[in-house]
């Protein structure tokens, strides 16, 4: 099937964090000819198109949203599309689960994406995000993207043509909703064991210091910029009291203040006013404003 179509469906079922509460519709997209009959339901479906990969950094509050989420399931696998001037290019469909693509350039001998071991994201959502971990953003290995809009069809954005920031990306198309079809990678070669050995590295650093199995989204705040090394918001949010914070089945993580999680039967209402009490408890201990990483769905 090229378009599945789904009314009524739960946030919670879709997220990572499990809170939510229905979109509309959701609508999956798994070939080219999906894209044409998506733009031509669209408009009969009442809701704002809302691009949705795995879920793993949203908050989504608990009423009704008018939304219709809509997936880019192009799971096409990773493949090496062209090797030139020392440097390789690999490609991948945006539904491909980041750790694959990061498994597979391991194999093939393809250093670049290790800092990147243990985001759970997908393809699309993670450039969408450009996602980044131990000093690699995702955007940085990007060489293009092939993009979706209901007015252009697909098209390719070379990646010099699209602005990036800290966890932030735009195609600068000008489109009011677009859609994440594929992305295009720029590596270098290393030897298969090193990057192994980086992965591994990584790896156990990310579950020595966060709560990479409970119910989450990653961190919820950004960074603040110009700190001292080691000063991120998870410190601060430390420091100001709010580690093992609790609200309803919502808390600050133990394991890293900065990790919002779902003990078991928690609210998006506990989520966000924990949210908003970490933020303004670090206000009052640094005078600094906590910016939210997550993306929030009111
Ligand atoms: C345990 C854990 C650890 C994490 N660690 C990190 C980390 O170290 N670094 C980091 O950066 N993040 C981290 N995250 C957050 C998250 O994994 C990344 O932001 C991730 O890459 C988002 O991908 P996703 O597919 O889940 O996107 P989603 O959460 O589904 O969506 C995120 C955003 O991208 C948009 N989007 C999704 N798919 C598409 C698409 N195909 N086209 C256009 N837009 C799209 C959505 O509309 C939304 O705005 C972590 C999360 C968890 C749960």
Redesign the pocket.
Known sequence: MPLTLTRDVLLKER??LRLGGPALAEAVVSCEAGLDELARVLPGLGGRP?????????LAADPPHALVLVR?ANNAPAQIFKQQDGTTLVRAG?GLR?PRLVGFCQRAGLTGLEG?T?????I??????????YGVELGARLSRVRIWTPETGLTWREARDCSFGY?HFDPRMGASF????EAEFILLADKPFAIRKRMEENYAR?KAT???T?K????VFKNPQGLPAGMGAGRLLDEAGCKGKRLGGMAFSTVHAN?LVNEGGGTAAEALELLEHGRAMVFDRFSLNLETEV?VLT
């Open positions: 997220t990572t809302l691009a949705l990969g795995a879920g793993s950094n949203l880019a945006a980041l990147l243990g985001v759970p994201g997908r699309g959502g993670s450039v969408a995000m450009n996602a980044g971990s966890r677009w859609l994440i079809w990310k966060q709560p990479v409970a989450s989204a990653g961190c990790f993306v």
